[in-house]
């Protein structure tokens, strides 16, 4: 598999009209799109309610550029007073899969 090629872990939820909203956050430094390896190493940064989607970086890359994100870092350190979403905030989400 290339590197355009590469899956990840995305932080992300459903939006309106089925678009898939990334999860970017606001750092010093600027807005990072953090990126995950890996399901367990997202839940291990940011919980188990977290909600995410696995997409090629290739795709991740672009979609970050098109919002105006300053990085979009791997396997990114997440301070432990970052908001992270409990059971309860998912009740409202319908997920499907793509068509």
Known sequence: MTEQESLVVVPAHPGACDQLIFEAR????????????????LVAALGHSQ????????????AATAARVDR?????????DAWRWEPLDLGGFSWRQPR
């Not at 979009?72 to 432990?80: F, I, N």
Request: charge should be negative; avoid cysteine.
């Open 51 to 62: 909600p995410w989607a696995v997409l090629p970086l290739a795709k991740v890359m672009d």
């Open 26 to 41: 606001r750092q010093p430094d600027g807005l990072v799109l953090p990126v995950f390896s890996s399901v367990r190493v």
């Open 72 to 80: 979009v870092v791997l396997d990114a350190e997440v301070s432990g």
